[in-house]
């Protein structure tokens, strides 16, 4: 069963475009929702989180949309670089069940010159 | 910033030989360290859950005396991939959770296992 449905797999942005990256999970349970960003070859890196308490979050470029009724979080990156493409992975913690990370399917983003 | 590092990042070894996999976390302790594997093109997958000075938890389909995990301190973490076969081939990633940093879990650069 699969916790935390991530879309799209892929996506292609011209330079200068929005990437939107979409999550919806199921579990009621999850308090603490991270996003991820892996380049070919290694492991992943924090960019940004938020916990169900707010609405939005912004860090620079990148802002998470969350929507607790729906069970839904984005992620956005404005004016987006070709040294953002990479493999985006949504998550969400259960902090009451061992802080362990179910991770999205991952979403390649291609950002194009 | 914290730093999590794993040794060694590639590893290629014959069928049937074990492999150790080491993740230390640098300038924090981890109470709690995390393993994943992780195929081409997909997500990562939790292998076990590693406490310091206690044995793993393992999920779920994921063999115990195949993948043995040592937390011996509060830096550093082991895996060892026993008599390795090639579809263990995969690139194994640690992360660490600071103690003092709430939720937050940084991850290790992985290592890339090749099973001939």
Redesign the interface.
């Known amino acids: 069963q699969q916790q935390v449905k991530q879309s799209p797999q892929s996506l292609i942005v011209q330079k200068g475009g929005i990437s939107i990256i979409n999550c919806a999970y199921e579990n009621t349970a999850f308090d603490y929702f991270p996003w991820y960003q892996q380049f070919p070859g290694k492991g992943p890196a924090l960019l940004i989180a938020i916990r169900p308490d707010v609405s939005e979050k912004k860090e620079g470029r990148f802002t998470i949309s969350f929507n607790k009724s729906a069970k839904q979080f984005s992620l956005h990156i404005m004016d987006s670089q070709p040294g953002d493409s990479a493999t985006y992975f949504c998550a969400a913690v259960n902090n009451n069940a061992g802080n362990m990370l179910t991770f999205g399917g991952g979403t390649r983003l291609m950002v194009k010159p | 910033g914290a730093v999590?590092s794993?040794h060694p990042s590639r590893v290629i070894c014959k069928s049937g030989t074990s492999v150790k996999i080491e993740c230390r976390s640098l300038d924090f302790q981890a109470t709690?360290m995390?393993w994943y594997r992780q195929f081409p093109?997909?997500?990562?997958m939790?292998m076990a859950?590693s406490n310091e000075g206690s044995k793993a938890?393992y999920e779920q389909g994921v063999e115990k005396d195949k993948f043995l995990i040592n937390h011996a301190s509060l830096t550093l973490s082991t895996l060892t991939v026993t008599s390795a076969h090639p579809e263990d081939s995969s690139?194994y990633?640690c992360?660490a959770?600071d103690r003092f940093s709430y939720?937050?879990?940084?991850?290790?650069?992985?290592t890339?296992l090749t099973v001939l």
């Open positions: 999590v794993q709690t995390f093109k997909q997500s990562l939790l859950t938890t690139f990633i992360s959770e939720n937050e879990q940084f991850f290790g650069p992985g890339r």
